[in-house]
C-alpha cells in the first residue's frame, strides 16, 4: 500500500490522540497522565497542520516577483499554522496549570498516585 | 408494619449494604421517595416520546421500563453511589458519552 | 467599524492585567475593579449593532481596493463573499445576554470586594478574564477563535476554584482541568474537521459552504465535526456526563465565584448551542440529541439535588438542572421555542446567581454549609429569609417572577409543535424543583437552631445586601414585562429557523 506524506501524518496524529486518551485514563501516575493529555493536543495540533498539506507546494510568503496567479495556484494553505501557533500556546499554559497543582497536591498528600488523590 | 416502615427497612438495607453510615432521617428519606418517583415518571413520560418513531415501540418501552422500575425499586442510592465525586466514575462516562455521541452522529444520521 | 464592539472584550482583559500587577494595593484595586465592573454593563447598551472586522480586513466584495488586483476566478467565485478577518456580530440578542452577564460579573465582584478581608487583584484578574473570554464566545462569529476563550474561560474557572480556600478545592480543580483537556481538544478535533472540509473557520462562511453546495451536507466528516463540537460543549457547559464535575466546581468556589461560574456555563452553553443549530440544524438527528441531553440533565440534575446536604451542591445541582429547560427550549426548533429557551437561560443566570448570594450570606454568618448542622437562621436574619425564599420562589417559577414566564412559555412552544411530553416533564420537574428548596429552606432557616452552631460574623456587608435586592428587582422586571427581553431574542429566533 503506498501511503504519502499527508495519509501518513493523519494516521501519526490519531495514534497520538489514542495513546494519549489511554495514558489519560489508565495509567495511575498524576504526571504520566499530564503527558497523556499533552499528547492528545499534539495529535490535535498535527492533524491541523497537516489539513495544510499540498504537494509540491511553496511557502505561503508573496515574494516581490511573484504573480498572483502563481502564488494562488502552488502555495500551501496558509491558514492552519496561524491557528496552531495559538492552540500550541494554550496547550502549554493549561500544561503549567495542572503542573502546578499536582506540585500542590504532592505537598499536601506526599504521593503522586491519582487514585490516592483524587480518589474520593 | 405499614408501607413507610417497609420502605424505611429497605434504605437501611442497601445503606448497610453500601457501608454509609449516616442516620436516616425522616427529611432524607422523603427526598429519595421523591427523586425516585420524580426519576420513573419522567423516564416513563419521556419514552411516550418515542411514538415519533414506532408506536409498537413505544408500548414496549414503555412496559418493560414500568417492570424494570418496579423490580429494582430503589434506584436512588445506587444512582447517587454512581454520581460521586470519585475521579474514575467521571472519567469512565465522559468516555462512555463520547463514545456514544460518536457513534450515534456517525451512524445515525444515515437513517433518520 | 463600530470600537465598541472590541472593547467589550479588550476593556475586562486590560483591567484584569492591570489588577493583577496591582495586587496589595487594596485601595487601587477596590476602585479601578468597581470603575471596570460598571462600566461593563453599560457598554452593550451604548454600541450599535453591525459587524466588526479586526485588522480591518473587509470581505472582498467590499473592499475594491484589494479586489482590484485579484484575477477573476478569485473574485467570481465564492471567495469574494468570504470574511477573511476575524469577526465579531454583535445583534439585538447578544446586547441583552452581555448586559446581563456584566450586570453579574459587576455584582459578583462588588460582593467579593467587600466580603473577604482584603481585596485580592488576583481573584478580580480572574473574574474580570473569565467575564472577558465569555463575552468574546457570546460575540465570535470565527468558531476557532472561540474555542481560543473556550479555553481560557476554563482556566480562569479553574482559577477561580482555586483562589477559594475551601477544602479539597485543588483536587476538585486538578479533575476539572483533567477532563478538560479531554473534552477541549475534541472540540478542536471537531473545528479541525470543519476546516478540513469547508476551508474556512468563519461560521458565517461554513453555513454558505454547507447551504450552496461547495460542501456536501451528508459528508461523513461533518457529521463527526458535529458530534465532537457537541461533545466539547457538554464540557463547557456542564451537562451530563460534566454535571458532577461542574456542580463540584460550584461547591468548592466561594459564593459569589460560584454565582459567576455558573454565569459563565450558562452563556457558554447559549454561545456554542447556537452555534450548533445554525450550522447543522439541517441534521434532524442534531436536534434529537439536544433533547435528549436535556431531558438527562433535568432529571439527573434535580434527582441528584435532592440526595445532598451540601447547600452549595444543592443549587450547583439544581442550577445543571435548569439549563435542561434551556436545551429543551433549542431543541424544539421552532422560533417561539428558541425565543423561549433563550429567555430561560437569562433568568437562570439571574436567579442562581441570586441564590448562590443568598444563601452565601448564611456560609459568611456561620462558616457552615452542611444542612445537618445548620438551622434557625430565620431569628437571626429574618429579611434575608424573606429576600432568599422569594429568590426560590423565582427558581421554581412562581408568579410575578420571570422564571414563570420563560417556564410558561417553554410548554406553550412544546405543546405548539406537538410534543406536549415535554410540557409535562417540564412541570413535573419544577414541582420538584420547588420541593427541593423548600427542603433546604426548612433545614437552614425553619427548624430549631442546633445548640452547637456558633455565629461568627453578624454583619453582612451592605454590598451583599444590594446586589441580592438588585436581583430581585430584576426578577420582578423581567417578571411583569418579559416582552423588554423577548423583543431582542426574537430577532435571533427568526433567523435560526
Known sequence: MVVDTQLASFFTAGALIVIGIFAALFLDNLIKKVIGLAFIGDGVNLFIITIGYKPGGIVYIFLPDMTVSWFAQNASYPLPFALVLTSIVIGASTLAVMLGLIIILHKKHGTISASKILGE | MGIYDIILKRIKEIQSKTKEDEPVTNISTSSMLAAEITLISSLIVASIMLRFINKALMMVAVLILILIAVIAMPIMPKLRKEQSDSFSNMLFYMILALGIIITLFYWGSVNV | ?497
Open chain 3, 1 to 497: 467599524m463600530n470600537p465598541l464592539i472590541p472593547l467589550m472584550v479588550i476593556l475586562p482583559i486590560a483591567c484584569a492585567l492591570l489588577l493583577n500587577l496591582l495586587h496589595k494595593k487594596d485601595r487601587t484595586v477596590k476602585v479601578l475593579a468597581i470603575v471596570v465592573a460598571l462600566v461593563l454593563p453599560i457598554i452593550p447598551l451604548l454600541a450599535s449593532y453591525g459587524l466588526h472586522f479586526f485588522g480591518g480586513y473587509y470581505p472582498l466584495s467590499e473592499n475594491s481596493a484589494i479586489a482590484g488586483g485579484l484575477p477573476s476566478y478569485i473574485t467570481n467565485s465564492a471567495l469574494n463573499v468570504f470574511h477573511p478577518a476575524i469577526t465579531y456580530s454583535f445583534e439585538s440578542a447578544q446586547k441583552i445576554m452581555i448586559f446581563i452577564l456584566g450586570l453579574i460579573a459587576f455584582l459578583a465582584i462588588f460582593t467579593s470586594l467587600n466580603e473577604t478581608k482584603r481585596p485580592s487583584g488576583v481573584y478580580a484578574f480572574l473574574m474580570f478574564m473569565g467575564t472577558a473570554s465569555v463575552t468574546a464566545i457570546l460575540l465570535s462569529d470565527d468558531i476557532f477563535n472561540l474555542y481560543v476563550f473556550f479555553e481560557i474561560a476554563a482556566i480562569s474557572q479553574v482559577g477561580i476554584v482555586i483562589a477559594s480556600g475551601v477544602k479539597k478545592n485543588y483536587e476538585t480543580a486538578l479533575k476539572y482541568m483533567i477532563l478538560g483537556n479531554i473534552a477541549a481538544p475534541m472540540l478542536l478535533l471537531g473545528v479541525a474537521f470543519l476546516l478540513g472540509v469547508t476551508g474556512n473557520v468563519n461560521i458565517t462562511d461554513i453555513i454558505y459552504s454547507i447551504k450552496n453546495g461547495i460542501v456536501s451536507p451528508q459528508n461523513p466528516v461533518l457529521l463527526m465535526a458535529c458530534g465532537l463540537i457537541v461533545f466539547g460543549w457538554l464540557y463547557g457547559s456542564g451537562l451530563p456526563p460534566f454535571h458532577t464535575i461542574k456542580s463540584a466546581l460550584y461547591s468548592k468556589a466561594l459564593p459569589h465565584g460560584a454565582a459567576l461560574l455558573q454565569a459563565f456555563s450558562v452563556f457558554t452553553f447559549v454561545g456554542l448551542g447556537i452555534i450548533i443549530i445554525r450550522i447543522f440544524s439541517y441534521l434532524p438527528f442534531s436536534k434529537i440529541v439536544i433533547i435528549v441531553i436535556s431531558l438527562l440533565a433535568m432529571i439527573l440534575g434535580v434527582t441528584m439535588a435532592l440526595m445532598q446536604n451540601d447547600i452549595k451542591r444543592i443549587i450547583g445541582y439544581l442550577a445543571v438542572g435548569e439549563l435542561g429547560y434551556i436545551g429543551l427550549g433549542l431543541g424544539i426548533g421552532t422560533a417561539f421555542g428558541i425565543t423561549a429557551g433563550l429567555f430561560q437561560a437569562l433568568n437562570e443566570a439571574i436567579i442562581t446567581a441570586f441564590l448562590f448570594l443568598g444563601f452565601g450570606t448564611v456560609l459568611y454568618i456561620t462558616k457552615k454549609s452542611d444542612t445537618r448542622k445548620l438551622g434557625g437562621m430565620m431569628i437571626e436574619t429574618p429579611k434575608l429569609a424573606l429576600v432568599v425564599l422569594l429568590a426560590g420562589f423565582a427558581m421554581a417559577g412562581v408568579p410575578p417572577l420571570n422564571a414563570f414566564q420563560s417556564k410558561l412559555m417553554l410548554i406553550q412552544a412544546s405543546i405548539q409543535a406537538e410534543v406536549p411530553e415535554l410540557g409535562i416533564i417540564m412541570i413535573l420537574i419544577s414541582i420538584v424543583t420547588f420541593m427541593t428548596f423548600m427542603r433546604a429552606f426548612y433545614t437552614i432557616y425553619m427548624r430549631p437552631k442546633p445548640p452547637e452552631l456558633q455565629i461568627t460574623n453578624k454583619n453582612i456587608p451592605k454590598a451583599t445586601i444590594i446586589s441580592l435586592l438588585v436581583l430581585l428587582a430584576i426578577c420582578i422586571i423581567l417578571g411583569l414585562y418579559p416582552k423588554i427581553a423577548t423583543n431582542y431574542l426574537q430577532v435571533l429566533a427568526n433567523s435560526l429557523v
